[in-house]
């Protein structure tokens, strides 16, 4: 990779992280940190568009802060912070709103879909595509990885970068989405996408008592302990070829398909690849876990640098709109 890149994205704060956020987001977040320069951050200004409790959203944001840290987030090399740290993206979202037609978040699917399901939405979840909006294009992000459900925000953020720049003169860098199509949708323990809204996750950290139960829970069909099976359609198999190796796939694939082998021994060996690859991550974690002050103050400094860019940007817009300068 030779091209440079200004990488951002976000996560919401909004429960326990899982299995599907860690292989869907998180790992190729972490891996992108190899090749360029990161900012990461807690979502938390998105989280409070669905008023949860206040002492819910201060542990889940220390939360997804101990578990991003803990799977391999280097806060040295990445710029890692808390959205409301840098209260500058909130003065964008502002300038963004009044360049924003009304008719470009009504067409928006996800807000689209919660007034489906019967939500009375308030103004922040019908403009939560502007704040993401200036999330990106305060730090001069160029590129965005995201999970296919943000791509139409992706598209927002991109439309009113064009629309500012049209209106003003050329400010604001357009950001290039990089949708994770490579990244397989992860199953939840009922074969249906993993996701918090349908109560078939498999958490990342927690009581392993707890955590072997909600494997043991996995669905699979009713093939005789005896008959040969098919790992295509299993989701078991699916889920232990997110953690093995090409190897080890291939030796599960062949006992599948030799029969003999019920669904509970797949899902033992299921567990025990989870454990043993979330061990160093556990340990990590405790470490964290037993320094709150240490994890304050990676999310504080990260604010910092975050905060110098977002004030450049932010500077810049408002000289060119007028409001200084
Ligand atoms: P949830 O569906 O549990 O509410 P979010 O929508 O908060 O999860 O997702 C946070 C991030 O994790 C997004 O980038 C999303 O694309 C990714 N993600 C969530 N669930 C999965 C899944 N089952 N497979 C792959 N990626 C996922
Ligand atoms: N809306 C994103 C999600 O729910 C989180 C997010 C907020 C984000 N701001 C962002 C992602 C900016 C990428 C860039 O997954």
């Not at 912070?81 to 067409?107: A, K, M, Y």
């Not at 925000?153 to 490579?182: C, K, M």
């Not at 975050?306 to 932010?314: G, M, V």
């Amino acid at each position: 990779m030779t091209e440079s890149h200004r990488v951002l994205s976000g996560i919401q704060p909004s429960g326990d992280l899982h299995l599907g956020n860690y292989f869907g987001m998180m790992k190729p977040a972490i891996e992108l940190q190899q090749d360029y320069e990161c900012f990461y951050f807690i979502a938390d200004f998105h989280a409070l568009t669905q008023l949860p409790k206040p002492s819910d959203l201060r542990q889940r944001v220390s939360n997804v802060a101990l578990d991003f840290l803990a799977c391999g987030l280097d806060p040295e090399r990445t710029i890692f912070f808390r959205q409301s740290d840098v209260p500058e993206v909130t003065e964008l979202t502002w300038i963004l709103n009044c360049l924003t037609p009304i008719g470009l978040l009504e067409r928006c699917h996800s807000y689209k879909d919660k007034l489906a399901r019967g939500l009375t939405p308030n103004h922040g979840l019908f403009s939560y595509p502007v704040l993401m909006a200036a999330d990106i294009l305060i730090y001069n992000s160029t590129l965005v990885p995201v999970g296919r459900d943000q791509k139409q925000h992706l598209e927002v953020a991109r439309d009113l970068a064009q629309r500012f720049n049209h209106h003003y003169g050329d400010t604001l860098v357009v950001p290039e989405a990089r949708i994770r199509d490579e990244v397989a949708v992860v199953p939840g323990t009922d074969g249906q996408k993993m996701s918090k809204s349908y109560n078939n996750t498999i958490p990342l950290f927690g009581n392993e008592k707890a955590i072997r139960k909600a494997f043991m829970k996995i669905v699979t069909d009713s093939t005789p302990l005896e008959a040969p099976k098919d790992p295509e359609s299993c989701n078991v198999f699916a889920l232990y070829s997110l953690f093995a190796s090409e190897e080890e796939i291939e030796e599960l694939r062949n006992k599948y398909e030799a029969g003999g082998m019920g669904y509970g021994t797949a899902k033992q060996m299921l567990f025990e690849k989870y454990w043993d690859y979330f061990e160093p991550f556990r340990e990590r974690r405790q470490l964290l876990l037993a320094d709150p002050d240490r994890l304050e103050d990676i999310l504080q400094k990260g604010a910092e640098k975050a905060r110098q860019k977002a004030r450049n940007t932010l500077e810049k817009v408002k000289a060119t709109v007028g409001l200084t300068g």
